[in-house]
C-alpha cells in the first residue's frame, strides 16, 4: 500500500519524524535531499513510541538511530537492533516524488 | 519443543557420550551451565537441567524490583535458545526425589536418568519458625515470584503488615510492604536490627533511621503464637504478654538449605544442615558436586550469590580436569540501600577477633555511623560498620581484602573530610586485589587481558566477564585498563569518537579558533565527513553551544540535540516530558506559584518539588509543550535548562534578610549567580549553592560551585557532587568580595568548560588534574597560564548571547511543528497511559496498559 506522509521539507535534514501509516506509527527519518528512512516507531526495549526522536548515526557504513531512551540503535535501512543480535524491527520502503515522500509497503 | 534433541542424543548415546546432570536451576546452577559451556564439558557430556520451578533461571537478588514492573522476562537469566544451541536439556516442573548413587542413577517425579557426575545446586528455603497458628493463610515467606504475587494479592485487601525478622532481606521485605502501602511493623527476636552484619550502635542507628520513614521496629520480641485478630485479620502474641494485630506476616527468620534430596541418598550433612562439601566443592560422593547455597563449607553456609558463582565455576573446572582451582571461602562484606539507607559491613563488624581495636565516629546530626576495626597494632583492616554513608565502603574495602597496610592514624579513613586521607590509587593495588567481585575477577585477571590484546571495555568484558553482573565495578573496571595500557606504553585513546581522532579537549579548541558554527563543518574539517553518531553529535553540539551560544534548534544544529535538547524537556520512560521552570534562586512569588498550579491542573501534570528548589511537572505529551511554556512564558517564567547539560539551579538558605543567624544575603547573590549563568551549556550539568553563613543550610558544599558567606566576605568552594559519589567541595578562596567572587566562577567554568572530558562532572575533572586543586588555584586565582582574561572574555559572550529558549521556539511557528506527535495526523500517542496513585498520575506498566485503554484527552 503507497502512502504519502508528508513533504520533503516537512522533515528537518538529520532529524526524524512520526508517520501514522495503516494504522501504525512509522518513525521516518531525513538522512539528506535523497535518503530517507522509515522503521517502526515503537522502541522494543523502553516500550515506549520514541524512535522518531533518536539521534541519527553511522556505524561502519551502516546507518543507525540511537534509541533517546537506553541507547540502543537501530539499522535504519533493515531495522536490525545493533546492540542486541535478537532484536528486529520493521523497516518500510520509502520514496520521493515530486519532494513528496512515500511510505510503499 | 526439545524432542529432536532426545532424539539425537539418543542417537548420540551410541558413540558412549555419558550424562552430566545438575540438580536445580536457580542463580547458581545457571551459573555453572554457562560455566560447563566455557570449559565446553558438552562436547564430553550430555548436560540435563533438573528444576523443581515452572520457569527457568531468574534473578533473586533482584526479585523486589519486580513489586514495581510485575514483568518476569526483566528478571529471566535463562536464553531458552542458547540452550537449545549448546544442547542443554532442560527438563522444568520435575522434582528429582531420589539417588541411586550405587548404579549412578537418579529418580525424578517424571523420569528416571543415568549419570557419570551429579550437581546439586539445590539452594535453599526460607526458614518459618513452628509458632502455633503460622500454617494460616495470611502468613507468607518472601523468596519466589509465586511468594511475591501472592503477597501482593492479600496486600490489596490489608491495612498492616508485619514482617517477622530483622534482617538483610526482612528489611527489604519490609520495604516491599511500605510500597504496597502497608503500615508496616519488623519484628525482631534479638535486641537489635541486622545483627549479623552490625554492631549495636549501628544498628541502632538504622532502626532510627528506619522508624523515621514510618516503619515501626519492635525488638527483643519472642513471638509466641498467631491467632485471629479483632481488628485484622491476625493477633501476634510475644512472650511479654504484648501483642500486634495484622493482616498479613511475611517470615524473613533465615534460610536453611535444601537438603533433602542430598538426606535421602545419604550423602553427609552438617549439624545444624547443608551438604558438606571440600575445597574441590566435592560432596562425600566423588561423582557428586554441590554448590550454591544448599552446599556446607567449612561449617559455613554462603547465603549471597557472589560465593556460589565462584563454586560453580570451580566445579566447573574440576569437572575439565583443572585441579588446581579451588574454592578457598569468600567475603561476605555487603553494602546496600535498605529503605532508602546506605548501610555497609566488612569482615570482622563486631570486633570478635583477640585485642582487636575499634574507632568509631558517630555524627547525630547526619545521623552517619562509622567504625573500623583494626588488628592490635593498627596495621591491619579487620572489619567495618557503615550506616547512614557508604562513601569510604570501596576503599575500606581494598585495604581488608588485600591485606593493605593501614596509615599511621588509621581513624582518617571514616573522619569526614580531612586532609590527607588516602584514597587508594590504581597502582597501590595489589595484583590479586578483586576488582569485580560478581565474577571473582581480579586485577591481575585483567591485566593480563589487556596483555593478551583486550583494549577496549567491551572486550574486557566478553573475556573476562567483569563489569556484566551488577555492574558497580565498572569504573573501577575502566580505571584499571587504562592503567594497564599506559604501563604497556599505549596511548589510552580519549578520542570522542570512531569519527574524531581528536580528544573533546582539542576539538573545543579547534573549533574555537576556527569558529567553526556548525557539525557539517566541524565534521568535513576535522572528522571523517560522515554523518557522525549520538556520540560526537551532542557532544559537538554542546561545545558549538558553550563557543557561540546559539539557539539550540537552528535546522544546523537541531539534528545534533539529544532529544531532551531537541523538545526542550526531559523525556521520560514512557516518552512524555517534564516541564521545569526556572525558579532563581528558590525565590518565588506566590502569583507565580499559583499559575504553576493552575497549569498543572489544567494540563493533568503530576506536580513535585525538586531537590533544586523547583517544581517539576511531569507527563507532559509532546503536543501539550508549547501550550503549556505559552502559559508559562506569558506569566513571566523562563525555562530551566532541566533538560540540558548547563546550569541547573542556584540553591540557597533564606539568609541574613530572615535567619537570625545570616551574615550576609544568600538568596540575592543566589539569585544573581543563576541569572548570570543560566544558558551556559558545558560538559555536563552544573549545580551550584549559597548559604547565608557557616551552618551551611544550603548544603553548598556538595555542589560544582559553593559559596559561604562569612563575616569577612564570602568563602567559595568548587568540585563538590553529591549523587552517585558524593564529594565535598574543596575551599578555594576565602573572603572574597562579591566581584571577586564573580570573576573566579566565570574562570572556573571557563576553564571547565575548554578543559574537561563530555559528560564530566567538575569533581571527576578536578581528581584526574594533575596537580589538583592547588594547579587550579595557580591557573584561575594566580593566572599562571594567562589566560584569565580569555576566560572572563569568552563567559561575556555566552551571557551576552542567552535567550529563553521556549520563548524563540513558542514565536517560530515552523519549530512549533515538530512537537505534533503526527507529521500526518492530529491524533496523539495511544501508548501514554495514566493510573492515579496518592491523588495523582503516573504512567501506567505494562499489566495496567493491557486493562486500561487510552482516551483521547484535549
Ligand atoms: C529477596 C532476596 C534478595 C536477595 N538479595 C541478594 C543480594 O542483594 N545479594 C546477594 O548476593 N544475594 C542476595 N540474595 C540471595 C541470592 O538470591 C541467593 O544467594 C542465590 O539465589 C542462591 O542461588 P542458588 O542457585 O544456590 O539457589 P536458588 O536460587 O534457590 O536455586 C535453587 C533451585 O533449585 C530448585 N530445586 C531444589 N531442590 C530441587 C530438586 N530436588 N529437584 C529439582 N529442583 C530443585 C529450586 O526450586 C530452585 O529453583 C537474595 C535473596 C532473596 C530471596
Ligand atoms: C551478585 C551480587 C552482587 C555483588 C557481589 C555485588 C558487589 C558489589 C560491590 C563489591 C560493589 C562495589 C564495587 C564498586 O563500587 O567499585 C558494588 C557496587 C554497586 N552495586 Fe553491587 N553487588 C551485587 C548485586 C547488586 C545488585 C542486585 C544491585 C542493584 C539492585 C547492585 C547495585 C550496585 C550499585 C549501583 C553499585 C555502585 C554503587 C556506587 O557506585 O557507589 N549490586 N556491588
Ligand atoms: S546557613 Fe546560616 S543564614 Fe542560611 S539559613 Fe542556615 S543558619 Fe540561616
Ligand atoms: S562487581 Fe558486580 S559486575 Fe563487577
Not at chain 2, 502474641?237 to 545419604?266: H, M, N, W, Y
Not at chain 2, 504553576?596 to 506536580?607: D, Q, S, V
Not at chain 2, 503549556?628 to 539568609?655: M, N, P, Q
Not at chain 2, 599562571?784 to 572574555?793: F, N, P, R
Request: with cysteine.
Amino acid at each position: 500500500m503507497i502512502e504519502r506522509i508528508c513533504k520533503l521539507n516537512d522533515i528537518t535534514i538529520n532529524t526524524g519524524v512520526v508517520a501514522l501509516y495503516n494504522e501504525k506509527q512509522v518513525a521516518i527519518f531525513r538522512v539528506s535531499d535523497t535518503e530517507i528512512y522509515a522503521i517502526d516507531n515503537f522502541d522494543p526495549f523502553s516500550h515506549a513510541n520514541i524512535l522518531s526522536r533518536g539521534i541519527i548515526g553511522q556505524d561502519q557504513g551502516q546507518l543507525f538511530v540511537a534509541s533517546p531512551l537506553y541507547k540502543q540503535r537501530f539499522n535504519l535501512q533493515s531495522g536490525q537492533c545493533l546492540d542486541d543480535e535478537d532484536v528486529k524491527i520493521n523497516a518500510y520502503e520509502t520514496k520521493i516524488i515530486d519532494q513528496e515522500i512515500y511510505i510503499d509497503a | 519443543m526439545y524432542s529432536q534433541y532426545i532424539f539425537g542424543i539418543n542417537l548420540e548415546n551410541c558413540c558412549m557420550k555419558k550424562n552430566l546432570v545438575i540438580v536445580g536451576n536457580g542463580m547458581v546452577g545457571h551459573h555453572f551451565v554457562q560455566q560447563a559451556i566455557k570449559e565446553k564439558l558438552s562436547e564430553h557430556y550430555h548436560i540435563h537441567v533438573f528444576s523443581e520451578e515452572a520457569v527457568p533461571a531468574y534473578d533473586r537478588v533482584q526479585l523486589s524490583s519486580y513489586f514495581k514492573h510485575f514483568d518476569l522476562a526483566q528478571l529471566n537469566l535463562v536464553d531458552l535458545e542458547q540452550y537449545q544451541q549448546e544442547k542443554i536439556m532442560l527438563h522444568q516442573n520435575d522434582l528429582v526425589t531420589s539417588i541411586d548413587r550405587e548404579n549412578k542413577i537418579i529418580n525424578t517425579q517424571n523420569t528416571q536418568l543415568a549419570y557419570e557426575i551429579l550437581v546439586l545446586a539445590t539452594g535453599s528455603y526460607p526458614f518459618v519458625p513452628p509458632i502455633p497458628g503460622h500454617q494460616h493463610e495470611n502468613c507468607f515467606v518472601y523468596r519466589t515470584i509465586s511468594d511475591l504475587d501472592a503477597i501482593t494479592q492479600s496486600a490489596k485487601k490489608s491495612k498492616v503488615g508485619v514482617v517477622v525478622g530483622g534482617g538483610l532481606l526482612g528489611l527489604e521485605a519490609a520495604n516491599a510492604l511500605m510500597n504496597l502501602g502497608l503500615e508496616t511493623h519488623v519484628v525482631e527476636f534479638a535486641p537489635q536490627l541486622m545483627g549479623i552484619q552490625l554492631d549495636v550502635d549501628g544498628g541502632s542507628l538504622l532502626r532510627k533511621k528506619i522508624e523515621s520513614l514510618g516503619v515501626h521496629v519492635h525488638t527483643s520480641k519472642n513471638t509466641k503464637n498467631i491467632s485471629a485478630g479483632d481488628q485484622h485479620t491476625l493477633k501476634i502474641e510475644f512472650a511479654d504478654d504484648s501483642q500486634l494485630e495484622t493482616d498479613i506476616i511475611v517470615f524473613s527468620a533465615g534460610i536453611r538449605p535444601q537438603d533433602q534430596l542430598a538426606k535421602v541418598s545419604q550423602l553427609d550433612l552438617g549439624e545444624r544442615g547443608g551438604i558438606v562439601i571440600d575445597n574441590a566443592c566435592k560432596t562425600s560422593d566423588e561423582n557428586i558436586f554441590a554448590i550454591g547455597e544448599c552446599a556446607l563449607w567449612d561449617q559455613r553456609i554462603f547465603g549471597l550469590v557472589a560465593p556460589g558463582y565462584t563454586m560453580a565455576s570451580v566445579a566447573a573446572s574440576q569437572i575439565a580436569g583443572n585441579l588446581e582451582k579451588t574454592f578457598d571461602g569468600a567475603d561476605m562484606s555487603t553494602k546496600l540501600k535498605l529503605l532508602g539507607v546506605e548501610v555497609g559491613s566488612i569482615g570482622d563488624a563486631h570486633a570478635r577477633t583477640d585485642k582487636s581495636l575499634a574507632y568509631t565516629y558517630m555524627n547525630p546530626r547526619e545521623q552517619v555511623y562509622k567504625k573500623i576495626v583494626t588488628s592490635s597494632d593498627g596495621k591491619k583492616l579487620l572489619g567495618a560498620v557503615l550506616v547512614g554513608d557508604t562513601s569510604d565502603y570501596n576503599n575500606l574495602l581494598q585495604f581488608y581484602l588485600n591485606d593493605m597496610p593501614l596509615p599511621a592514624e588509621p581513624e582518617c579513613l571514616i573522619l569526614p573530610s580531612m586532609d590527607g586521607a588516602p584514597s587508594l590509587g590504581i597502582h597501590a593495588l595489589p595484583d590479586t586485589a578483586q576488582i569485580c567481585s560478581c565474577y571473582s575477577v581480579s586485577k591481575s585477571d585483567i591485566s593480563q587481558a589487556v596483555n593478551n590484546g583486550a583494549h577496549t571495555i567491551s572486550d574486557i568484558k566478553k573475556c573476562t566477564n567483569a563489569s556484566t553482573g551488577c555492574g558497580g565495578c565498572a569504573q573501577l573496571v575502566k580505571d584499571v585498563v587504562n592503567h594497564e595500557l599506559t604501563q604497556l606504553g599505549i596511548a589510552v585513546n580519549n578520542n570522542l569518537c570512531e569519527h574524531f581522532s581528536y580528544t573533546r579537549q582539542e576539538l573545543y579548541h579547534l573549533i574555537r579558533v576556527n569558529e567553526f558554527k556548525n557539525f557539517t563543518d566541524v565534521i568535513t574539517q576535522l572528522g571523517d565527513g560522515t554523518v557522525g553518531c549520538h556520540i560526537c553529535k551532542p557532544a559537538i553540539g554542546s561545545i558549538l553551544s558553550s563557543c557561540w551560544n546559539e539557539y539550540v534548534l537552528k535546522d544546523e544544529l537541531a539534528g545534533l540535540q539529544e532529544t531532551n535538547d531537541f523538545f526542550l524537556g526531559n523525556i521520560q520512560k514512557d516518552g512524555t516530558y517534564s516541564v521545569v521552570p526556572r525558579i532563581a534562586g528558590g525565590e518565588i512569588t506566590p502569583e507565580k506559584l499559583m499559575v504553576l498550579g493552575e497549569t498543572a491542573k489544567e494540563f493533568n501534570l503530576y506536580t513535585k518539588i525538586t531537590g533544586g528548589q523547583r517544581v517539576d511537572l511531569f507527563g507532559a505529551r509532546l503536543e501539550h509543550l508549547p501550550h503549556i511554556w505559552k502559559k508559562l512564558i506569558d506569566a513571566g517564567f523562563e525555562t530551566g535548562h532541566a533538560y540540558a547539560k548547563s546550569l541547573r539551579t542556584v540553591k540557597s538558605c533564606v539568609g541574613s534578610t530572615w535567619c537570625r543567624y545570616g551574615v550576609d544575603d544568600s538568596v540575592g547573590l543566589a539569585i544573581n549567580l543563576e541569572h548570570r549563568y543560566k544558558g551556559l551549556r558545558a560538559p555536563h550539568k552544573l549545580k551550584l549553592g549559597v548559604s547565608g553563613c557557616t551552618r551551611e543550610c544550603a548544603e553548598a558544599q556538595s555542589k560544582d560551585v559553593g559559596v559561604i558567606a562569612t563575616e569577612n566576605g564570602w568563602n567559595l568552594y568548587v568540585c563538590g557532587n553529591g549523587g552517585m559519589r558524593p564529594r565535598h567541595a574543596d575551599l578555594f578562596a576565602t573572603d572574597l568580595d562579591e566581584e571577586t567572587l564573580i570573576k573566579y566562577i566565570d574562570r572556573f567554568f571557563m576553564f571547565y568548560t575548554r578543559t574537561a572530558d563530555k559528560l564530566q562532572r567538575t569533581s571527576v575533572w578536578m581528581e584526574k588534574m594533575e596537580g589538583g586543586i592547588e594547579y587550579l588555584r595557580e591557573v584561575i586565582i594566580q593566572d599562571s597560564l594567562g589566560i584569565a582574561q580569555q576566560l572572563e572574555d569568552e563567559m561575556q559572550i555566552v551571557i551576552q548571547n542567552y535567550q529563553c529558549e521556549w520563548k524563540t521556539t513558542i514565536e517560530n511557528s515552523d519549530k512549533l511543528k515538530r512537537f505534533n506527535h503526527f507529521i500526518n495526523s492530529s491524533k496523539g500517542d495511544d501508548n501514554i497511559v495514566f493510573v492515579q496513585e496518592r491523588d495523582q498520575i503516573r504512567p501506567a506498566n505494562i499489566n495496567e496498559k493491557q486493562t486500561i485503554k487510552y482516551q483521547e484527552v484535549n
